[in-house]
T-cell receptor, first 114, second 112 residues
Framework: GDSVTQMEGPVTLSEEACLTI???????????LFWYVQYPGEGLQLLLK?????DKGSNKGFEATYRKETTSFHLEKGSVQVSDSAVYFC?????????????FGTGTRLKVLA | DVKVTQSSRYLVKRTGEKVFLECVQD?????MFWYRQDPGLGLRLIYF???????EKGDIPEGYSVSREKKERFSLILESASTNQTSMYLC???????????FGDGTRLSIL
């Protein structure tokens, strides 16, 4: 069945370091892909999205490219800040044989040190 | 901005009780969702609703039911609470099924 796999955390970085959080997916059809962020004590917020192959989503300095050939949607940021400390979730949505699916990865906790 | 409001941030109930979790959205969204979030398991879909009085089972519906009598309100019901239902519950809404979801802040439910 459809699934999302993302790298296990926690990921600990110093401020201004480069970030990559890996996400790969398994899906039939052409799903839409998302990254959500969850700050402590809050629900999830959409960070960025991509709806078709080769689309690049971007927001707040974060980027991710929908790679159909490698079934990946890795999250990247060139220079992280302490305020980026949060849990990041990769997700896909789509329909398979008329059945709707919205699947989340297990989340990757990022801690950025000053 | 879309606002999804969950009625309680923290809730403590006893085994066997009937528990209601309420969720309200203010953006006239067609679709509403209930998830539970557990460490190491991410978010798992319990039920979703694509219209008033319509519902679909998600991946883990056992032990839960839902009610959507009005477009803006989606209730999750634990018919007879058990300790393995202790979790964080998140409600979400979206305009279309494949579009991004807007989440509430969650209800942390403890069943003793």
């Amino acid at each position: 069945g459809d699934s999302v796999t993302q790298m296990e955390g926690p990921v600990t970085l110093s401020e201004e370091a480069c970030l990559t959080i890996n996400c790969t997916y398994t899906a039939t059809g052409y799903p839409s892909l998302f990254w959500y962020v969850q700050y402590p004590g809050e629900g999830l917020q959409l960070l960025l999205k991509a709806t078709k192959a080769d689309d690049k989503g971007s927001n707040k300095g974060f980027e991710a490219t929908y790679r159909k050939e490698t079934t990946s949607f890795h999250l990247e940021k060139g220079s992280v800040q302490v305020s980026d400390s949060a849990v990041y979730f990769c997700a896909l949505s789509g329909t398979t044989s008329g059945t709707y699916k919205y699947i989340f990865g297990t989340g990757t906790r990022l801690k950025v040190l000053a | 901005d879309v606002k999804v409001t969950q009625s309680s941030r923290y809730l403590v109930k006893r085994t066997g009780e009937k528990v209601f979790l309420e969720c309200v959205q203010d953006m006239d969204h067609e679709n509403m969702f209930w998830y539970r979030q557990d460490p190491g398991l991410g978010l798992r879909l319990i039920y979703f609703s694509y219209d008033v009085k319509m519902k679909e089972k998600g991946d883990i519906p056992e032990g839960y039911s839902v009610s959507r009598e009005k477009k803006e309100r989606f209730s999750l019901i634990l018919e007879s609470a058990s300790t393995n239902q202790t979790s964080m519950y998140l409600c979400a809404s979206s305009l279309r099924l494949n579009q991004p979801q807007h989440f509430g802040d969650g209800t942390r439910l403890s069943i003793l």
